[in-house]
């Protein structure tokens, strides 16, 4: 199955589909609401008084409604099938579900500590005066949307539904979090829902935890702090369970991975690497799960480095390329307690195999068009400067890039390096006209060459937290 036939499966934008209007609904006219201005009012308010919050979560929930019915209406799906049919019965233009989406974004505060109030303010945008603002839109939009992402008898409605949701899961919003990670861990959620709300996983990861942006917390909050601790690895669980578990991704056949067929391995691989590009959200190399035991979601992003050969179907490049830009996200260290173990060899090579794995098409053909080289290449750079700051225990995200540069091991100053002159640079470099530069020669041999010293270090660790069996590298084939 090529990557177009995927990514048409994984829209449904094919015909096939009747859309229907909800109870009350106009088939032949888009909902309207008269509530947004009120919502941007709240949006810049600092925080919601005790005697307005009953008022506010009135507008919240109309504000909330008014997509609910504006995303299921069935003139949303006509006229992605009709390219003609431009506007409803009021001669209102009919949206793009892109442009529902587009529009909502400037609703939704994402808690983010390197979003400045402005160029001379080094304070958040985004703070605790959010905090009722984020809390009420958030359990508005969870109560609409819900409903119908699971019961609306329509397959695309559903569909738009969890993209629209997971865009709100931008604020990071607690309601949101019990959701996905009930949708991601329940086997019958339709693959083509779940490819969204992995998506919408990845934005309540990204989200910071406003109240404390300096420990680098994930967003969900509760008074009990191991409480919310297990919220956040219930759903980092979840996430993991679908890089590591076919049946978490599609019915397979009997429940057994040798009866899979080619497309159906090719449906696995593309929502795979969503849920690879979202446990690199995860911001710590280990973490208390759901409850209580260690998450090491970093030990996963390895196994996807090194292709492993237990996971189905085998990573691949872009696999790899993923795996290592998440890798780059998880600091060694938590609430400024560094992780007792953690090995920085382990880390360093993982990532050297996964280059290996990710860059050898681009080394033996320089014209190789597999891939997006130069993008990936420069999300792989960008992630490496981010990377060098986490392993000081006291660094804080508010106060941009300053870090105590010794404490980066020498194993991943030393790989960060040789893959930036050896890898990265070359890949970027460019001739005439934006072409490859062909005289720019990507060093694979140079890599393996590496990995192998690597490998053969008589002080080798061969596991990422020291007496922790569940991270050790797992065994592949040398490359």
């Not at 090529?2 to 909902?31: C, E, H, M, N, Y």
């Not at 397959?155 to 993209?163: E, G, P, Q």
């Not at 998440?326 to 050297?352: H, W």
Request: net charge positive; hydrophobic share 40%; glycine share 6%.
């Amino acid at each position: 199955m090529t990557l177009p036939r995927l990514t048409a499966w994984v829209l449904l934008v094919s015909a096939g589909f009747i859309a229907t209007p909800a109870s009350g609904q106009d088939a032949t006219k888009l909902p309207q609401t008269n509530v947004s201005s009120q919502i941007s009012e709240r949006k810049e308010q600092r925080g919601i008084a005790k005697e307005e919050l009953k008022t506010a979560q009135g507008q919240f929930q109309t504000f909330a409604k008014y997509y609910a019915d504006l995303i299921s209406h069935p003139l949303i799906y006509k006229a992605a099938q009709d390219p003609s049919l431009k506007v409803d019965a009021n001669g209102r233009d009919i949206p793009t579900v892109d442009a529902i989406i587009k529009g909502l974004d400037r609703f939704i505060l994402e808690p983010n500590p390197h979003v400045r109030t402005s160029s001379d303010n080094l304070n958040p945008k985004v703070n605790i005066h959010n905090a009722d603002y984020i809390r009420e839109l958030g359990t508005a939009f969870d109560k609409e949307l819900k409903p119908i992402i699971e019961n609306h008898p329509d397959r695309v409605v559903r569909i738009n539904a969890a993209r629209l949701y997971a865009a709100v899961c931008q604020s990071g919003a607690n309601a949101h979090w019990p959701t996905v990670t009930t949708w991601l861990a329940n086997a019958n959620t339709p693959t083509e829902i779940k490819y969204y709300i992995l998506q919408a996983a990845a934005n309540l990861l990204e989200a910071g935890d406003l109240l404390e942006y300096k420990s680098r917390r994930h967003a969900y909050d509760e008074v009990s702090r191991n409480a919310a601790d297990q919220k956040i690895g219930a759903l980092i669980a979840a996430v993991q369970d679908c890089i590591v578990n076919p049946n978490a991704l599609i019915a397979v056949p009997e429940g057994k991975i040798e009866n899979l067929t080619p497309d159906q391995l090719a449906v696995i691989g593309f929502v795979r690497r969503q849920a690879i590009k979202t446990l690199g959200r995860v911001r710590f190399v280990t973490l208390p799960g759901p409850k209580g035991e260690p998450l090491y979601p970093a030990h996963t992003l390895i196994r996807v480095c090194v292709s492993d050969p237990t996971l189905v179907p085998v990573p691949v490049a872009a696999d790899c390329a993923e795996a290592i830009i998440g890798l780059c996200n998880m600091a060694p260290s938590r609430n400024t307690t560094p992780v007792k173990g953690f090995n920085p060899d382990a880390m360093a090579e993982a990532i050297a195999t996964g280059i290996v794995t990710f860059a050898g098409a681009r080394a033996s053909n320089p014209l190789d068009r597999s891939l997006p080289w130069r993008g990936y290449a420069m999300r792989i750079g960008d992630a490496f400067k981010g990377w060098r700051p986490l392993f000081d225990p006291l660094y804080d995200p508010t106060q941009g890039a300053k870090f105590d540069a010794a404490a980066v091991p020498k194993d991943i100053t030393d790989i960060i390096g040789r893959v930036q002159a050896g890898i990265l640079a070359p890949i970027e470099k460019v001739g005439v006209g934006g072409q490859p530069d062909l005289a720019a020669q990507v060093d694979i041999e140079g890599m393996k060459a590496f990995l192998k010293q690597l490998r053969g270090n008589p002080k080798r660790s061969g596991m990422l937290i020291t007496g922790v069996a569940a991270t050790a590298l797992p065994k592949t084939d040398s490359k």
